[in-house]
């Protein structure tokens, strides 16, 4: 008779096994990972912009200038902070903080209206138009939320 067959080595097919299941979890974690971060930008983005059209209805109901830049600008920095990993945002103010914006924001941003959005603040009445401003963080805050990466 000939020698019973060992369970020991397993045929190649059972080596395989393992590998199989591994590179199916790997795969799994790294598509689930991708959407989760798709879906959160997705929410962030519309409530940011949600938020953006609050300002905007509140300031063509009473045209206060400088609370809308003051809300514009809170918003943009809580935006900012959100998907940025640079730790020293928060204490960025005036040009620093219009600098950076311009430089994670999108290319042709308007930098008058950063500009405005930086001085307002300091100004007692600011005499700016709004509705750029308006724009100009409505492009900024799309921009920051459906990169691939977060501003830098």
């Known amino acids: 008779m000939p020698e019973p067959v060992s369970w020991w080595p397993p045929a190649i097919g059972w080596w395989l096994v393992p590998v199989v299941l591994v590179v199916l979890y790997l795969a799994y974690r790294l598509v689930a990972g991708m959407t989760r971060r798709f879906v959160r930008k997705r929410r962030l983005r519309r409530q940011a912009l949600a938020e953006l059209a609050a300002i905007e209805e509140a300031f063509d109901a009473s045209g206060d200038a400088a609370a809308t830049m003051e809300r514009v600008s809170v918003l943009l920095r809580r935006v900012a902070m959100t998907v940025s990993a640079e730790r020293r945002l928060a204490g960025r103010a005036g040009q620093g903080w219009v600098e950076w914006l311009r430089r994670s924001g999108p290319r042709g941003l308007d930098g008058a209206a950063l500009d405005a959005l930086a001085a307002a ?22 921009h920051a939320l459906e990169r691939g990466g977060a501003p830098s």
């Open 121 to 142: 603040p300091y100004r007692r009445a600011p005499a700016v138009e709004v509705r750029p401003v308006l724009h100009t963080a409505r492009d900024w805050i799309t």
